[in-house]
């Protein structure tokens, strides 16, 4: 017991200790009614802290140690700001914003002015290094200018600089460099991708990378031998640890994000059927999951800035069925499809059918110009990707569709609008 305490005490110590700020310098007229700064668990995000604007100033606080990437999200901008945290306070300067969107940061802490060169010089090498290359096949060694160009060749194909003060930094940027950002990450052995995923440190959940990893992982399996290569993956992550349990969940994401449907009801049912304790981010995969299935009752949302509605809830919209549609005025396929809606829209309410858009814009205007002109429910909460509606319903791309019985029960999710005309018979 005195161990255990000791251990609780320290860890209390340690959290105190390693606060830090996000503090930012915002223009005058920039408006910024909410700050929600964002740190990740894969591909996940966790919410660390919120913030206001008050003058100038934004500072938000991080009450607990944390070292791996963080997104700060400007609201009603909708606006975005990575930066890598090594656990020390952050300081920025948001220099330039044209039509309510940031064009320029400058980074004043010696973290992220360091890893704004270090990325910096990554692009340079994706961008130049391969033109360089091309370019030398037209000179002789014989010329001057080939030697000068073998230098800057050399310089862009060596290792990411690394610095020994920010352990972060130097660890994402050796791993982007060798498994995500790599042209050549197919000839990458399928053992080297896994044994890195089970040796790695805690960093990998907390970079942001682990997604990308495994989606480079998948792409050199290839279709011929993709199962067995997953539980080849699987088999060595070991996904009674937190570690393999997270990686189950990131394939089951993917595999929803791209349409495999065969592949995500596969690896769903083996994560249900874990024996053991299984951790946060996959029994919150299995949930959301399990509440969008045919016949589940769908998650209520409130319905902000409606149209067409007194209703303060979908579950307050009453109707034999409702199509819910969760679209955006960015998307194309949506601002096509939508206006097929209106011609069809009085034969869906004489089958007592209501339709019910939730937009995810995050700019409301855009929002209200279409939703002013559909004679069906609308409601946008302005967040954009980080609406409550894209969260609720994982959202992967626009237009997404359910279809509800009367109960709000899912009896079908068509994955185009022609699907929904054919359920109630409307040609």
């Avoid at 399990?290 to 919209?317: C, F, H, M, R, W």
């Avoid at 990707?385 to 279809?403: D, G, L, Q, R």
Wanted: net charge neutral.
């Amino acid at each position: 017991m005195r161990n255990i305490v000791l251990a609780l005490c320290l860890l209390g110590a340690s959290s105190i200790s390693a606060q830090f700020k996000v503090n930012a310098n915002l223009p005058s007229d920039f408006q910024v009614d909410d700050a929600y700064l964002f740190a990740y668990d894969g591909s996940k995000d966790i919410l660390l802290g919120k913030g206001a604007k008050k003058g100038n100033s934004l500072s938000i606080s991080v009450p607990k140690s944390y070292k791996g990437m963080l997104r700060l999200v400007l609201f009603p901008s909708n606006n975005s700001i990575q930066m890598a945290s090594e656990n020390q306070d952050i300081n920025l300067t948001v220099d330039k914003v044209e039509n309510k969107a940031i064009k320029q940061v400058t980074f004043l802490d010696p973290a992220n002015k360091y890893f704004e060169t270090s990325q910096n010089g990554q692009k340079k090498k994706e961008l130049i290094y391969p033109a360089l290359l091309q370019i030398k096949d037209y000179y002789k060694p014989t010329d001057p200018f080939y030697s000068a160009l073998e230098k800057e060749i050399a310089t862009l194909s060596s290792s990411p600089e690394t610095g020994g003060n920010f352990p972060f930094i130097n660890y994402y940027n050796e791993t982007a460099s060798r498994y995500v950002n790599n042209p050549d990450y197919k000839n990458i052995p399928l053992q080297e991708y896994s044994d890195f995923i089970v040796k790695s440190g805690g960093f990998l959940e907390t970079s942001s990378l682990l997604k990308p990893i495994l989606i480079s992982y998948l792409n050199t399996a290839g279709k011929d031998n993709i199962n067995a290569d997953i539980d080849k993956l699987l088999k060595n992550v070991d996904i009674e640890t937190p570690r393999g349990q997270t990686v189950l969940s990131e394939l089951i994401d993917i595999f929803d994000t791209y349409g495999m449907a065969d592949m995500k009801d596969k690896y769903l049912k083996e994560a249900k059927e874990l024996k053991c304790t299984i951790n946060d981010r996959l029994a919150s995969t299995i949930k959301g999951q399990e509440e969008l299935q045919i016949g589940a009752k769908l998650p209520d949302s409130k319905l902000y800035n409606a149209y067409n509605t007194k209703a303060k809830s979908i579950s307050d919209v009453k109707a034999d069925h409702k199509v819910i549609i969760v679209w955006s005025s960015t998307c194309s396929h949506c601002t096509a499809e939508l206006p097929k809606i209106i011609e069809k829209y009085q034969a869906l309410k004489s089958k007592k059918v209501e339709v019910i858009g939730l937009s995810i814009d995050a700019d409301l205007k855009s929002y209200s110009d279409l939703a002013s002109k559909f004679p069906w429910v609308s409601a946008a909460d302005g967040k954009g990707w980080y609406s409550e509606y894209a969260k609720n319903y994982n959202v992967h791309a626009t237009p997404t569709y359910f279809i509800l019985d009367s109960s709000n029960k899912i009896v079908a999710k068509p994955d185009q609008l022609s699907q929904v005309f054919e359920y109630f018979n409307l040609k």
